[in-house]
């Protein structure tokens, strides 16, 4: 079994920034894809970004592009999503997930493990 506790979370003025950390306990991982999610209220849970478990392949959703950056520390088991230029339409609850699989996926459903979620709040 895995846990994921992401944290980081908070509330920040539009333009500022935020990092958010998941950090992963239980079964040692081994090339496991993970990504991070969001999801506003009355919204469906969205596919933010994603990264292989090296770190060299990464991919964001082109809302994030350019803004928000995914990166992980294998040694310390845990992933990173930095968050520059927040916008008021960023707030969401915001979980990360990963996969069994190697491969990108943006699909809820091909994620296998998911944290608890952490709160951003981007005031305008």
């Known amino acids: 079994q895995v846990q994921l506790v992401e944290s980081g979370g908070g509330l920040v003025q539009a333009g500022g920034s935020l990092r958010l950390s998941c950090t992963a306990s239980?079964?040692?991982?081994?090339?496991?894809?993970m990504g991070w999610f969001r999801q506003a209220p009355e919204k469906e849970r969205e596919f933010v970004a994603g990264i292989s478990w090296s770190g060299v392949n990464t991919y964001s959703a082109d809302s994030v592009k350019g803004r928000f950056a995914v990166s992980r520390d294998t040694a310390k088991k845990t992933m990173y999503l930095q968050m520059n230029s927040l916008k008021p339409e960023d707030t969401a609850a915001y979980y990360c997930a990963a996969r069994l699989a190697t491969s990108v996926a943006r699909r809820i459903d091909d994620y296998t493990y998911w944290g608890q979620g952490t709160q951003v709040t981007v005031s305008s």
């Open positions: 239980g079964r040692t991982f081994s090339n496991n894809y």
